[in-house]
């Protein structure tokens, strides 16, 4: 460390200078509102077409949202020669049968976090649109925010010293009437909260050679809390916990031999994190939470940019990381109790 140690300012560029896509969803859902919503606000980027398994709800989506074009089937969205690229807004389950099906009609897509239900479907959507020469990428908006610009600035510069344990949790209480509450649905919170513990943890200290996993059930047919410990090729030690049982903090650090990362809760949103040097400084970065999911237009324009300048996936949140953290998913399930598939 420097005497008058400093944050790194974060390099996201301004979302409302990047270049304008034409939209359609796919799951007019919880979702695709938040994210159309997110989009008006922050970005220039336009929605152009909403589809649904029900021309009602398209519509109803539309004109919430002022979108020109409703289809009440997903296969007459894709055939829109005026969509650009596809946000698929659907549950897990059919993220896979979406996305294929809009690269097959050619278009670029950005799929809702987990990109499949397993690393070998997200395999497959990874090699269809390498084959069809389209963008493909997952909107794990998280990775997108300039927060965490900033913090995986601060893991790569090395100022924390060899990285020596991760802690993450996420926790939200739901009722029993929710999605992820249907075994049919890829229901339970590994895959879905528990994404976000798995790709925070992959973007630190890389792929797990080791990972020990217990559960909780929810019910007969479904977990509602996973624990693991993850160890890296050198030994470090990653601890997850998602839970759809309780609220937790939701908290992350990124602890190192000289100093701790530590992000508030909900730790995968716009907020404040601190970090903490062993016998120094503490450096603060202050940020208000804002609305939940207020930030998904950073996923959407970090496409923008990569398919304007001819890239098929982005930089910031690779298709392997996609992959890999469904790996992490993967090995962790074949671990617990039943199997969300
Ligand atoms: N980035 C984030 O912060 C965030 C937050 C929440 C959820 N997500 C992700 O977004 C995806 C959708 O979650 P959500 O909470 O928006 O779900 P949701 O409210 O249930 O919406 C999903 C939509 O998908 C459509 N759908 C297609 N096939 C379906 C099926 N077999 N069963 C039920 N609905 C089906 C439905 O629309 P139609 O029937 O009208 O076509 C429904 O409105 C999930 O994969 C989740 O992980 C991300």
Redesign the pocket.
């Known amino acids: 460390m420097t005497s008058n140690p400093t944050l790194p300012i974060s390099s996201v560029p301004d979302p409302m200078d990047a270049p304008v896509l034409k939209w359609g969803i796919?799951?007019?859902?919880?979702?695709?509102h938040?994210f159309a919503d997110s989009l008006k606000k922050y970005s220039t980027q336009q929605v152009v077409a909403v589809?649904?398994?029900?021309q009602g709800?398209?519509d109803e989506f539309a004109v919430a949202h002022s979108v020109p074009r409703a289809y009440g089937s997903?296969d007459a969205l894709t055939a829109d020669r005026d969509v650009d690229i596809v946000y698929v807004?659907?549950?897990?389950?059919?993220?896979h049968a979406c996305a294929l099906a809009a690269i097959a009609a050619g278009k670029h897509v950005l799929v809702?976090?987990?990109l499949a239900v397993d690393a070998a479907q997200a395999a497959e959507i990874v090699s269809a649109a390498a084959e069809a020469g389209v963008f493909a990428g997952e909107?794990m908006?998280t990775k997108f925010l300039p927060k965490f610009d900033v913090i995986a600035q601060v893991v790569a510069s090395g100022v924390l010293g060899p990285i020596r344990t991760v802690l993450v949790d996420h926790g939200e209480y739901f009722t029993s009437e929710h999605?992820i509450y249907d075994p049919a649905?890829a229901g339970g919170p590994l895959?879905?909260l528990g994404?976000y513990d798995a790709s925070f943890i992959h973007s630190v200290l890389g792929a797990p050679t080791s990972v020990v996993a217990v559960a909780q059930p929810a019910n007969d047919q479904l977990d509602g809390q996973v624990s693991a410990i993850l160890t890296s090729a050198d030994g470090n030690h990653a601890v997850m916990n998602t839970t759809i049982l309780t609220d937790t903090p939701t908290t992350a650090a990124v602890c190192g031999r000289d100093g701790t990362l530590t992000i508030e809760g909900p730790f995968f949103m716009p907020g404040s994190f601190t970090v903490e040097f062993r016998g120094g400084p503490t450096l603060e970065y202050r940020e208000d939470r804002g609305l939940q999911?207020d930030g998904?237009h950073y996923a959407a324009v970090d496409a923008a940019r990569a398919i304007s300048t001819g890239r098929l996936q982005s930089s910031v949140h690779t298709l392997d990381d996609a992959v890999a953290t469904l790996t992490i998913i993967d090995a962790i399930r074949e671990q617990i109790r039943l199997t969300a598939r």
Not at 51 to 54: E, F, L, Q, T
Not at 89 to 95: G, K, L
Request: glycine residues 6%.
């Open positions: 796919l799951g007019p859902g919880w979702i695709a938040r589809a649904s398994r029900n709800r398209a997903y807004a659907t549950p897990h389950t059919e993220h809702e976090k987990p909107a908006w999605r649905l895959l879905d994404t999911v998904l």
